[in-house]
Structure formats: structure tokens, C-alpha cells
């Protein structure tokens, strides 16, 4: 089966604290992985994807293929950080698997 | 270029009913697919068009069907609405079909289905 599991709903932190947003997935062969963010009245946007291993705004993720994982990492928090998170799979169709996302609070 | 664009923005429709929902790609991109969004899950993958051809399906009924246009817009349609239906719609175009996994796919703003 092809999954995604983001298994917290709700991740709140202090403004300068570290985030981790977990993800783990499901998949038969070479996963191609995703974050996919979206800020308050905005689209949702690519934030960054395992394959070109970047970093965006501060975020790191890493593909972990033992734990088969791969959590966003931020060291510092930052308020404008506040936005819903989606950890995507590639499924087989070339299509998109998400997850249900993680609602990211960074508080002052 | 104003990304990806659809329409309507919101819609109201009453169970049985049927509905078109509409999507303009970014200019230049030739693959068009289409999401659920059902309110507290992650998108959900419906239908992917590239060159006019349906290049994937995922697991949804046969009430919903789509179909892209020589210009790359697409339609979403849903016969039969149930209250189930209700949802965010959301249209990703790409410059290719899913197999160039390099193409990121930008999103829409949606259009937001209510069924009563």
C-alpha cells in the first residue's frame, strides 16, 4: 500500500524553539517524497522535495529509507512559520499521496 | 502569469444535482490534475490529464469524470452529488505527465463544494 502518515495533528512551539514535523510513508520500491506547505489564505505550495536536498526557509528534510521516514527540521522557529504542513508521496500514477498535515503555531 | 486558476471560487449545489468545476493551467504546462480535499485530510488524488489524455485515475466513483481541452484547461465533473461530495477541489498543473518526476506541480486556489 501507498501511505502517508503525519501523525500530529497540532505542533505548537515558541517563536526561536526547534520543529520537527514527522512524516512516515508506505511505499514498494524508490519513494520520491515532499513537503508541501500552506500559509493562511494562501495556495498550497512545494516547499522542498527529498531529491534536490535543499534547504528552504530554514527547512531540512531527510529520507530515511531504514525508519522509513522523512520529518522536517527547522532549528529556529520563526512566527511567519505558521502554516498547515503536507508531507506528499509520488504515487505509482505519477499522482501526489498526502497526508492528513500538521497544523504548525509558532507562538512570540 | 496568474499561476493556476479555477472556477467558480465557491459553489452551492443540492444533493443529486450536478456539477463543472474549471481549470486553467499556468501557460506552457500540458498536465492537469485534479484533488479532493475533504476538510481536516490532505488532498486526495481524482483524475491526471496530459495532452488531453487521462493518464491516471484514483479511487473515486464513477460520478466524477474530467476531460482537458486542446488550450490544456480541464473539467471536473460530478453527477449524482451526495453530502460526501462536499469539499475542496483543487487543479495542479505541471509542465509534464507524472513519469518526468523532476515537474513540480503548482496548485490552484480551489473551488469550494457544498452540497445540502
Known amino acids: 500500500a501507498q501511505r502517508v502518515t503525519q501523525p500530529e495533528k497540532l505542533l505548537s512551539v515558541f517563536k526561536g524553539a526547534p520543529v520537527e514535523l514527522k512524516c512516515n510513508y508506505s511505499?514498494?520500491?524508490?519513494?520520491?517524497l515532499f513537503w508541501y506547505v500552506q500559509y493562511s489564505r494562501q495556495r498550497l505550495q512545494l516547499l522542498l522535495r527529498h531529491i534536490s536536498r535543499e534547504s528552504i526557509k530554514g527547512f531540512t528534510a531527510d529520507l530515511n529509507k531504514g525508519e522509513t521516514s522523512f520529518h522536517l527540521k527547522k532549528p529556529f522557529a520563526q512566527e511567519e512559520d505558521s502554516a498547515m504542513y503536507y508531507c506528499?508521496?509520488?504515487?505509482?500514477?505519477?499522482?501526489?499521496?498526502f497526508g492528513k498535515g500538521t497544523k504548525l503555531s509558532v507562538k512570540p | 502569469d496568474a499561476g493556476v486558476t479555477q472556477s467558480p471560487t465557491h459553489l452551492i449545489k443540492t444533493r443529486g444535482q450536478h456539477v463543472t468545476l474549471r481549470c486553467s493551467p499556468i501557460s506552457g504546462h500540458k498536465s492537469v490534475s485534479w484533488y479532493q480535499q475533504v476538510l481536516g485530510q490532505g488532498p486526495q488524488f481524482i483524475f491526471q490529464y496530459y495532452e488531453k489524455e487521462e493518464r491516471g485515475r484514483g479511487n473515486f466513483p464513477d460520478r466524477f469524470s474530467a476531460r482537458q481541452f486542446p488550450n490544456y484547461s480541464s473539467e471536473l465533473n460530478v453527477n449524482a452529488l451526495l453530502l460526501g461530495d462536499s469539499a475542496l477541489y483543487l487543479c495542479a498543473s505541471s509542465l509534464a505527465d507524472g513519469g518526468a518526476s523532476l515537474y513540480e506541480q503548482y496548485f490552484g486556489p480551489g473551488t469550494r463544494l457544498t452540497v445540502t
Open positions: 506528499a508521496l509520488r504515487g505509482s500514477q505519477g499522482n501526489l499521496i
Open positions: 511505499y514498494s520500491g524508490s519513494p520520491e
